[in-house]
């Protein structure tokens, strides 16, 4: 598979990412490791994944596509030769802080999430969908923070219209806050 620079960042990243909502659903762990091990044997290093993943599965709490991936990289030991992207936003937890992107959901998603795929630092954490609720300045706010103390190297967006982002990248050239690397767009 051929690597390509990501955007702007120093992340070196294969043409085709591995997206895992299926993990942890309708994949059980060991079809989830084959798909895991199928990829990087055909030379994928750019793995995508999300807290919610796949807490809508009955008696499934979410973070189960977190937790195999961990698992997996522990067994085989390739951390260093992927490249790990998740993403937040979805009610995970009962409460106001429960979902969203406010400071203290971010600050126990990105706990939680490191927790479960035993990394220390994401290489590219994305907002799932935009939140309403929370100022925009908040949730790049946190970003920064997230990114300053090496538990995030990038931040980007998912299922955002062009004009959040287009927002969020004149809020943070103005204010010194950490741009968005990037947009994953729904597609099929």
Not at 40 to 66: K, L, Q
Not at 100 to 116: F, M, N, T
Not at 142 to 171: D, I
């Amino acid at each position: 598979m051929k690597t390509t620079s990501f955007g702007s960042t120093d992340l070196k990243v294969t043409n085709l990412c591995l997206g895992t909502m299926q993990f942890g659903w309708t994949a059980d762990e060991a079809a989830s490791v084959s798909v895991l091990d199928g990829y990087v044997g055909a030379g994928g290093n750019f793995i995508d994944t999300a807290d919610i993943y796949s807490r809508w599965a009955p008696g499934n709490p979410g973070g189960v596509s977190e937790e195999i991936i961990g698992r997996w990289m522990k067994e085989r030991g390739n951390r260093s030769d992927l490249v790990v992207a998740t993403k937040l936003r979805g009610q995970m937890w009962e409460g106001a802080d429960g979902e969203g992107l406010g400071r203290a959901h971010i600050e126990r998603a990105v706990e939680d999430s490191l927790r479960r795929l035993q990394i220390e630092t994401i290489d590219l954490y994305q907002t799932h969908w935009p939140d309403d609720d929370t100022p925009l300045e908040e949730t790049l706010t946190v970003f920064g923070e997230l990114v300053k103390s090496g538990k995030v190297r990038y931040v980007g967006l998912s299922n955002s219209p062009t004009e959040h982002m287009s927002e969020a990248l004149r809020l943070a050239s103005e204010s010194g806050l950490p741009s968005f690397v990037s947009l994953q767009p729904h597609h099929n």
